[in-house]
């Protein structure tokens, strides 16, 4: 079972714009991740936020949780052409080694 | 540094075949991950490794063995290939136990085809 889901399952947008992509997960949290993964390559980390935490930024990215409704936001601020990808959310329970990713959302940046 | 190596990138085998994936890593972490990515599904992890010598079950062991050789190499083990196991697999490491939160690092993938 999938802890983590995704939502859109995909999205289309022109450069420039801003895309926002929401995770929703089960049970009660350590952290939760966002990953990359673009065509054909294995998933790059890109933030991390803990359960203690509402909003964390780096670089272009806002990632935003909300414990109380399990769910966390992934927001892309003046996407690029390079920005297209799948991304995916990843939950890290007690014990932590068992991170459950989502099914991602894929996302077309069109230049 | 090279990060974490897969071989091979792409496989086609028989149903009944054999082979194993290798996994290595260079960042001196202690745990190592494998996992499945099929179609329009996110990761599902197969088996992990906490440290050098253990291995515990992940979500869908079922058809697969492990083997932790050292602190740098994983490797995963199909003993008879089923069609339903043709996915894209995925190696991971990452310092979780060593004062770290569980960021992962992945490999590029090894694509499988059971025919």
């Known amino acids: 079972s999938q802890q983590g889901e995704e939502d859109p399952q995909a999205l289309s947008i022109q450069e420039g714009e801003n895309a926002t992509m929401n995770c929703s997960y089960k049970?009660?949290?350590?952290?939760l991740q966002w990953y990359r993964q673009n065509s054909g390559r294995g998933l790059v980390h890109l933030i991390l936020?803990?359960?203690?935490?509402r909003e964390k930024h780096s670089g272009r990215l806002r990632v935003t949780l909300d414990t109380s409704k399990k769910s966390s936001s992934l927001l892309i601020t003046a996407s690029r052409a390079a920005d297209t990808a799948s991304y995916f959310c990843?939950?890290?329970?007690?014990?932590?080694?068992?991170?459950?990713f989502g099914a991602g959302t894929r996302l077309f940046v069109k230049a | 540094n090279a990060g974490v190596t897969q071989t091979p990138k792409f496989q086609v085998l028989k149903t009944g075949q054999s082979m194993t994936l290798q996994c290595a890593q260079d960042?001196?972490?202690?745990?190592m991950y494998w996992y499945r990515q099929d179609p329009g599904m996110g990761l599902r992890l197969i088996y992990y490794?906490?440290?050098?010598?253990?291995?515990d079950k992940g979500e869908v062991p079922n058809g697969y063995n492990v083997s932790r050789l050292n602190k740098r190499e994983f490797s995963l083990r199909l003993e008879s290939a089923a069609p339903s196991q043709t996915s894209v697999y995925f190696c991971?490491?990452?310092?979780f136990g060593q004062g770290s939160t569980n960021e992962q690092f992945f490999g590029p993938g090894t694509r499988l085809t059971v025919l």
């Open positions: 960042m001196n972490h202690n745990s």
């Open positions: 490794s906490a440290s050098e010598g253990t291995t």
């Open positions: 990843a939950t890290e329970t007690a014990g932590g080694f068992k991170t459950i």
């Open positions: 049970t009660s949290i350590n952290n």
């Open positions: 991971a490491s990452s310092a």
């Open positions: 936020i803990r359960s203690n935490e």
